[in-house]
């Protein structure tokens, strides 16, 4: 299967819950929620306590996230990326959240995560 055949429903119905698993367990510090979806690369890369450091630190200067609007979607073989405009209750200009979905051994996984 390719990515490429994937309208954007398709991805969307995919990475949605993802994304909200993520988005849940940054406003609540809980590293388990935050990184249920993730490949093992990316959850390799995050240590549970800088976790909840960040998160203390982005809901000091931002406050807590709020709703998304999907801005576009980038296709590849074996992977796409959902860019949204992601509301903060105290955001400064427009915060930009990114997500790729990875298809690895048949199975979809978050593949990298950033909130800028």
Not at 4 to 10: I, M, R, S
Not at 26 to 49: C, E, N
Not at 60 to 74: H, N, Q
Not at 83 to 111: C, H, P
């Amino acid at each position: 299967m390719s990515c490429h055949d994937l309208d954007d429903d398709a991805c969307r119905k995919i990475a949605e819950p993802m994304m909200d698993d993520t988005m849940d367990g940054f406003a609540r510090h809980d590293y388990q929620r935050h990184t249920r979806h993730f490949s093992v690369a990316l959850k390799s890369g995050i240590d549970p306590d800088a976790f909840v450091a960040e998160c203390q630190a982005q809901r000091s200067a931002w406050g807590a996230p709020g709703t998304r609007e999907l801005v576009c979607i980038f296709r590849k073989e074996k992977s796409f990326t959902l860019v949204w405009n992601q509301s903060f209750e105290r955001a400064d200009g427009q915060i930009m959240a990114v997500l790729t979905i990875a298809l690895k051994g048949g199975r979809y996984f978050v593949d990298y995560f950033l909130i800028h």
